[in-house]
């Protein structure tokens, strides 16, 4: 097959033959009655890690956020997020049809919401007992509209302990969180104090084929299980996909610092070529490309960068996300960018 330069995002990996091989080993049964060894394993693995009392093995990082969602509300209850969140920019339907809450956007400039903006959002609308009640605060960490941001921790802290006061949760959708630490040098578990629930995703820069957990108090880890249930999540032999999950998380954590410089590698290399196209700073493993100044859009801009077999994912109209991870080396980012280049001087006339 022609080699393709997969930058869509870093769900498209594949796993490794070593990786396989843990599938073809694990120690499996019925998790319907406990006893699939290599989702305990994974679970308590996860709980221990973020040090929460339990955690939940999930099909997707949708699963676990609308999981989540259902967990800390009821219907008609209402949920501050900020509209880039994954939760509002591509679950919103899913948010009110499955999880049926109010999600009350902030619009920050960078995806940071501080104590002012949840402020904000309690002031937007009558709040009481027979309207709409706010609920939950949900983040997301790394912010993946937002280039793969990394939350302040100290932002967290505030947030956490301002909604203490208010008896509002907080979830972090925390599917990237793993990135947010290479590149922070905080823990797993320093993030996660300020979360009443937190996730992970194991089939994002991991690398794992499927799935993702959630991470909280054993009550409401329970609950968490009722919905999975619910929502058609209870698998059975889950243990094929969690002894992925867990060699992901127990061998490719340190290696996301490569995406990262990759990321950076990328950003470098089109600046250079020109100031036309827009880019962020990646913190970790994505990075924005406005190309508004080339008077084309993003569809049309991924069409003529797939057709050099540089995959690229159309965010909105004029904005191009490129994720590096495990598909991706240095060389092939260095040969990647040159392409990319190409084509912008054509566009350009350069
Ligand atoms: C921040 C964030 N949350 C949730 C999801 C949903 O994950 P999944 O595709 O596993 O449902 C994604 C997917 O890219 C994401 O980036």
Redesign the pocket.
Known sequence: MKKRYDFR?D?CTMPTEEMRKAIYEAEVGDQGYGEDIATNKLEEYCAKLFNKEAALFMC???MS?QVALRCWTNSGDEVIIDESY?INYFQGAQSIDIGKVILNTCKTPDGIIHVSDIKERLNSRMHDNTFTRTKLLSL?NTI?SHGGRIYPIEVLKENYEFCKTKGIKVHI?G??IMNACIASGLKPSDYAQYADTITM?F??GLGAPFG?IIMGDKETITRARKFRRWYGGHLHQSGFMAAAAYFAVTHNVDRLKDDHANAKLLVDIIRKNTDKVVLNDPMTNIVMMDIKNLGVTADEFVKKCSEKDILLFPYNEYIVRAITCLNVNKEDVIYSANVINNIINEILNK
Do not use: I
């Open positions: 995002s769900t997707s990082g949708t956020d994954h997301e993946n959708d599917e990237r995703s089939s994002k993702s």
